[in-house]
């Protein structure tokens, strides 16, 4: 039996998936054949205790799906599917392993701070939604789930949609010429400190650097244009042009906005994401606002800064957090979320 303990303490998202899933269906076949023996439910018990301590979700995965080359999908393990954690939520009810239960909550809980949160809808969702119709029945006391409502659901919106990304001021990087630029000489075989830094760029970077000029003009020759393009890059968010009514023609550099603008578009695409599933887990019930009590508004309107301290974030100030978020570009991306089935009604 310790070796059973050794085999599921190590904590792996698919040992977890594996066990949930196979302890939910074999109880499943069993009390539908009505052979649920003393011995059956003793064995029950023993599996769960060992598989709670190790209980795992699948984390983000490092290298999401748009930096790769290769053309071929990474099979993934399915995520944990939550109809089986509530049929394991039922059966601890049914057989009295209350304290199981609590154990699991715990630390489901626990794991939606590190989990994939793409697989939130999948692994954590239909566990609420299987004891929302529990609590409807009558057959569970809503009071009991309040917590894994309250704070599960606040910590997937804070994590998952972030707060709303906010184009604070117009300040850019500076460019690298000023004081630091190594150029490179032939002959020489190395790189050798260049004396001196350049006017122009100084002067772009006053530019650069303010939190309100969005527009500069700099009449110059041709040559000295060309090196102050050089200098900007895509991180400095300016485009440039030429303006030709008088010599020397003007480079013009326009500060933009694209990159807040895209992001402002995911993060307003996160919230109708959340929302939505936020309304089809209200559905037909309508019984949220008894689990959710004094939450209740906040989390059906996504109010990502309300909602910190119920999911245990320092509240923090108006930053950009966006790029904490786990959403990027692979969110849509085909996962596979198959769970395996295991078909024991056959013979
Ligand atoms: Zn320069």
Known sequence: MSELHEILDTPTPEKTAFIMSFLSRIYEHFRSTGSVRTDIPDM??????????GFALRKPEEHPRYYRYSPEEEIREPALNGHDLALIFQHCRELGLEECINQMIGRILEEIDTMDMKDFPTSILPLLEDLLSDIKKGEVNAERFKRLFQTGLAKYIVT?????????????ELTKCNGDYRGYFPGYGATKLKAGTCQDCRQMNVFLQSPTETVW???????????????????????????????????VVTKHKRSMDEKHRKWKARVSEVKGHLQSLEGRHRILD?????????????????????????????????EHTQAGPSQVAGQKRKAAVVDLTDD
């Open 44 to 53: 029950y018990e023993v599996l769960l205790r060992a598989a709670i301590p």
């Open 160 to 172: 998952y949609v972030s707060d709303e990304p906010k184009q604070l001021k117009w300040s850019r």
């Open 217 to 251: 003009r700099f009449p110059a020759a041709e040559a000295r244009r060309k090196h102050l393009i050089n200098k900007l890059s895509d991180k400095h968010e300016c485009f440039t042009t030429i303006e030709k009514p008088h010599t020397p023609f003007s480079l």
């Open 290 to 322: 008894n689990v959710l009590h004094e939450r209740y508004a906040d989390i059906m309107a996504v109010r990502v800064k309300n909602l910190r301290v119920e999911a245990g974030q320092a509240v923090e100030g108006s930053n950009d957090r966006s």
